[in-house]
């Protein structure tokens, strides 16, 4: 079945730092969404993309989908302590709607 | 509207009975998902509805596992004969679909263990 595949599992950065997590599948897909969940709270999303080679800013996020829709990136600019969580992409096979998958997540811990 | 709400949060049961779980989403829904989360993975999914067709339902989930949207609107999750493999936190979700994916609304989800 469709998997979508996350790398890394666990970054730790100083405040300040850059932080950068790639979702990668092996099929085309529809759209990807990325969601974050913090320690002990529930998935949120935070964006979708659709188009090929997409790029979306959100103040210090940045979300690019690859040319060829199977891969995408999420990019934290200067990260904080408020960016500590989990992040997850998550892809549907096509727009029909079957189900939403979700990659495994990088973790993130910062330290300041 | 308060968003998606899950009953019960918590939920400990002995191996071998059975436990059902109830999924209130955001009333203008018409798509509810289950997903099942254990530490350090991402969200399992186990099935969806779309108003009350059960459209999908994953090829790994047990026979054990039953749901059911009636009318379309909540939704409960059944567990029958439950194993200690099945502890984990229950997720709910539920979105607007209209011809495009939107986004997932979650719900605070059910923790079961299973003794």
């Known amino acids: 079945g469709q998997q979508v595949m996350q790398i890394p599992q666990y970054q730790h950065v100083q405040e300040g730092e850059d932080f950068t997590t790639y979702c990668n599948s092996s099929t085309t897909l529809s759209n990807i969404q990325w969601y974050k969940q913090r320690p002990g709270g529930h998935p949120v999303f935070l964006i979708q993309l659709v188009k090929s080679g997409e790029v979306k800013k959100q103040k210090r996020l940045t979300f690019q989908f690859g040319e060829a829709k199977k891969n995408s990136s999420l990019h934290i600019t200067a990260t904080q302590t408020t960016d500590v969580g989990t992040y997850f992409c998550a892809a549907a096979r096509n727009q029909a709607g079957t189900a939403l998958i979700f990659g495994k997540g990088t973790t993130l811990s910062v330290s300041s | ?115």
């Open chain 2, 1 to 115: 509207d308060t968003g998606v709400s899950q009953d019960p949060r918590h939920k400990i049961t002995k191996r071998g009975q059975n436990v059902t779980f109830r999924c209130d989403p955001i009333s203008e829904h018409n798509r509810l998902y289950w997903y099942r989360q254990t530490l350090g993975q991402g969200p399992e999914f186990l099935t969806y509805f779309q108003n009350e067709a059960q459209l999908e339902k994953s090829r790994l989930l047990s026979d054990r596992f039953s749901a059911e949207r009636p009318k379309g609107s909540f939704s409960t999750l059944e567990i029958q004969r439950t194993e200690q493999g099945d502890s984990a936190m229950y997720l709910c979700a539920s979105s607007l679909f209209s011809g495009l994916n939107t986004e997932a609304f979650f719900g605070q989800g059910t923790r079961l263990t299973v003794v």
